[in-house]
């Protein structure tokens, strides 16, 4: 400060909020709010005076998960297939499908004996379940099963 210049007093009125955000800001850099106050007008003025603007600039827009789309490859045929037939309507569907569904002599033949033996198979095995396997040992007539149930 220069040698007989005048000081004076300026009031401000700042809300809680702010004024707490003040100390906290103060008490990081080890100073006082007021030092931090004083140091905070001088640096605006200094802007004004430059002709700069006291907001600071609009930061460039965010654009979320830029980094990882511009790591996605094309799509692939197959890909490009699903994602048009992603939601469309069911009657634009079944003519094809059920045409991809027909299935010539020799592989209706084919699928018959494959069902046919899983239901073989399926039956024979004939296992019994626990609830069916608790039931025989202990039968609800006893007070064993009855006390199970």
Same mark, same amino acid.
């Given at each position: ?57 609009? $930061? ?5 998960? #830029? +980094?990882? *789309? %511009?790591? =996605? &490859?094309?799509?692939?045929? !197959?890909?490009?297939? /699903? ?12 003519? $094809? ?5 027909? #299935? +010539?002599? *020799? %592989?209706? =033949? &084919?699928?018959?004996?494959? !069902?046919?033996?899983? /239901? ?19 039968? #609800?007539?006893?007070?064993?099963? =009855?006390?199970?149930?």
């Amino acid at each position: 400060m220069e040698a007989g210049m005048a000081i004076s007093t300026v009031g401000i009125k700042l809300d809680e909020a702010i004024r707490e955000r003040l100390k906290a800001a103060a008490a990081a850099q080890g100073e006082t709010p007021h030092r931090a106050m004083k140091r905070m007008i001088v640096a605006g003025l200094e802007r004004l005076e430059r002709g700069e603007a006291l907001q600071a600039q609009a $930061a460039p827009p965010v654009v979320p998960f #830029l +980094d990882f *789309a %511009q790591d =996605v &490859q094309p799509q692939t045929v !197959a890909r490009a297939a /699903v994602t048009a037939a992603y939601r469309r309507p069911e009657a634009d569907c079944l003519p $094809a499908l059920l045409a991809a569904a027909e #299935l +010539d002599a *020799a %592989q209706a =033949v &084919q699928a018959e004996k494959t !069902a046919t033996n899983l /239901v073989v198979k399926l039956r024979s095995k004939r296992s019994r379940g626990l609830v069916e396997t608790l039931l025989r040992e202990y039968a #609800l007539s006893s007070q064993e099963g =009855v006390a199970l149930m």
